[in-house]
């Protein structure tokens, strides 16, 4: 079983960043592939950005230039890096562990807003 805790949503103004940070508990962290995700009011949930466990990455179109994932293992924590933020990136943002062996979690979510 691995808990996955967001943090770091917020308000941010349009072309402004924000860091969100996810905690897994676990010892095996470093084998998880990670990602995150994102949903917007009235729209399924897409992927944003994955970074495996040997740190390949991988980002949606929308964001490619503006986000960066990354993980850090000792402190079981992937990260990601947000800049020129602006309304479309408006959503709550999910972050998400999967591992063949014990199959894919979920955390909570945290909001991001972007507003003037």
């Known amino acids: 079983q691995v808990q996955l805790v967001e943090s770091g949503g917020g308000l941010v103004q349009p072309g402004g960043s924000l860091r969100l940070s996810c905690a897994a508990s676990?010892?095996?962290?470093?084998?998880?592939?990670m990602g995150w995700y994102r949903q917007a009011p009235g729209k399924q949930r897409e992927l944003v950005a994955t970074?495996?466990?040997?740190?390949?990455?991988n980002y949606a179109d929308s964001v490619k230039g503006r986000f960066t994932i990354s993980r850090d293992n000792a402190l079981n924590t992937v990260y990601l890096q947000m800049n020129s933020l602006n309304s479309e990136d408006t959503a709550v943002y999910y972050c998400?562990?999967?591992?063949?062996?014990?199959?894919?979690?979920w955390g909570q979510g945290t909001q991001v807003t972007v507003s003037s």
């Open positions: 998400n562990a999967y591992y063949i062996r014990t199959g894919q979690y």
């Open positions: 676990g010892s095996i962290f470093s084998r998880y592939a």
């Open positions: 970074i495996t466990s040997d740190r390949s990455t």
